[in-house]
């Protein structure tokens, strides 16, 4: 198995029983050193902080059907830069009903605050604190597969709203023109050809809607657009296997903007190297909302490695790089942005364990003032039950 994925049970939280259910509490709580909390290419400026993040998981122990609640924050505490503190959230629940052997029905009700990094390309030049924003989630979906042969079928919907942006020096940036509405439809057709071996081909329909038929810039934002892909679920021998798939994308814009299609691809691949160390390969291409004049999105590709080795059986020493590069079709902006972390995570007992990481972060882009490098450093704890 992973090195993440194996049970431990000596150090594995144990839940507390409440009925039918386990409950997990968590509280997490770490101290960071960032070396440039503003992101900026000159005249960096660098903070401590404290993250405290408690949550609880309420999950079912049912037979069949399931059902789970769940709900956290993470409270960000800077000592000098005090106007950066803030507290995102999330609460929500999850459920499957089993109706026959091979047919579920799965639910997923979520509403959330949270924020965007001041590296997002976003995030204005004069803006004091990052930008925060609300999403409210339903997805619904169901799965069929009295064979072989399965289908899955299901429906997204995302409500963003986001919140005016304090400026430096006072007053606020409107961001009411970046409040929209997402609505995504799939179907995915799968054939399992033997245990370990699936072949799928999936097709989704994607429309985002925004309140204002104008935003900042003069331009209409609203989109529609889909995927098809065809992939594979293997087990290519018994220490890899993991997802990949290939297709194509479009998404149309109303003019001056500009229409984004071509290759979609994705992957997602796991390498048990040895008994003691798991190799974690992804990739994938993701189109974003973007509020820069004359882009149509943030077309972001990108690629990630990452190791777990398992020192002791309570100490796991973890590394990983990303590489995305960015570019925004309408405009000549390009982004490069690779990163590098590299941990470790000590288990103590049921009810505690220690975190130590390190991060490192740099952006390269053809924008004056846009390119910037960031260390962090964090130490945490985490109490749980």
């Known amino acids: 198995m992973p090195v993440m994925g194996r049970p431990r049970p000596d150090y594995d939280p144990l839940g507390i029983p409440v009925g039918g259910f386990l409950l997990f509490p968590q509280l997490v709580v770490d101290g960071t050193y960032d070396s440039n909390v503003f992101r900026t290419t000159n005249n960096t400026l660098d903070d401590f902080f ?15 059907n399931s059902l789970e609640l769940y709900g956290g924050a993470n409270a960000f505490q800077y000592l000098t830069y005090s106007h950066q503190n803030l507290a995102d959230w999330n609460v929500g629940a999850d459920g499957r009903y089993d109706i026959a052997e091979g047919i579920g029905v799965y639910a997923n009700g979520m509403a959330s605050e949270a924020h965007e990094s001041l590296a997002s390309p976003n995030t204005l030049g004069n803006q004091q604190s990052p930008t925060r924003y609300y999403d409210k989630r339903a997805d619904i979906s169901a799965t069929i597969q009295p064979n072989r042969l399965g289908f899955n079928l299901g429906g997204i919907f995302d409500r963003y709203d986001y919140v005016n942006a304090a400026l430096i020096g006072g007053g606020t940036e409107n961001n009411a023109d970046r409040n929209f509405d997402e609505y995504q439809a799939y179907l995915r057709a799968f054939y399992e050809f033997s245990p370990g071996y699936t072949l799928f081909l999936r097709t989704s329909y994607d429309s985002r809607q925004y309140d204002q038929f104008l935003d900042r810039s003069g331009v209409h934002r609203s989109s529609t657009g889909y995927h098809v892909n065809g992939g594979a679920d293997l087990q290519f021998t018994h220490l890899i296997s993991g997802e990949v798939y290939l297709g194509y994308l479009k998404y149309n814009f109303a003019a001056p903007l500009v229409d984004v299609g071509g290759i979609d691809y994705g992957a997602k691949l796991d390498w048990l190297a040895t008994p003691l160390i798991t190799v974690h390969l992804e990739g994938s291409r993701t189109l974003t909302p973007i509020i820069l004049p004359g882009a149509s999105v943030e077309d972001n590709k990108s690629v990630g490695l990452s190791v777990d080795y398992e020192l002791l059986r309570n100490l796991i020493i973890q590394a990983r790089t990303d590489y995305v590069d960015s570019s925004y079709p309408g405009i000549a902006r390009h982004d490069k942005a690779p990163d590098f972390q590299v941990g470790a995570k000590y288990l103590v007992n049921h009810l505690i364990s220690l975190d130590l990481g390190y ?4 952006r390269t882009t053809n924008v004056q003032g846009a390119t910037f490098d960031d260390s962090m450093i964090t130490l945490g704890i985490s109490l749980h039950e």
């Open 50 to 64: 404290f993250t405290f993040s408690p949550s609880l998981r309420l999950k079912s122990n049912w037979g069949l």
């Open 359 to 362: 991060i490192l972060t740099k």
